[in-house]
């Protein structure tokens, strides 16, 4: 889908001066985050938008929504506007989601030693939940391996 100028409404404006305002806007989209987040997807708003201000914004309404904060990097008169996520998305998995419970043993109790058989699915229960929230931050436009 496309950028949807209508969607994007400014709702605070922080005045620093007559020239040194930060706009900050809600927007809400069935876009996915990756889209919102890519090179030239607010060039139908670079009128309104400038550096640094901010864009408080819900991603994919309509399947996995997510909230996340945009700070505008660029928006030249001509070329891309670009934006970058900030923090954490939220509605996403985060490492507070995982819980690192005990690991017992096939009675639950904790009185016998855990096999390898039952340490080894939680780790990957915790690598999975781990690689979501990498791929998330990725398709944010985090580079989550560096």
Known sequence: MAHSVKALSRFATSDM???NQTDTY????????????????????RKTLKAGDVIMA?????????????LVTAS????????????????????????LAAVTGVDG????????????????????AINAILANLEAAGVNASA
């Open 58 to 70: 819900v991603a994919d309404k309509d399947g996995t929504a997510s909230h996340v904060v945009l």
């Open 17 to 19: 001066g007559r020239t």
């Open 76 to 99: 030249p008169a001509t070329g891309n506007v670009t934006v970058s996520a900030q923090g954490a998305v939220l509605g996403q998995d985060t490492i507070a989601d995982i819980a």
């Open 109 to 128: 109790s904790g009185s016998n030693a855990a096999s390898k058989a039952d340490v080894d699915a939680r780790f990957a229960t915790v690598q999975t």
């Open 26 to 45: 809600v927007y809400s989209t069935n876009d996915t985050l990756a889209e919102l987040v890519a090179a030239g997807y607010f060039n139908d708003s």
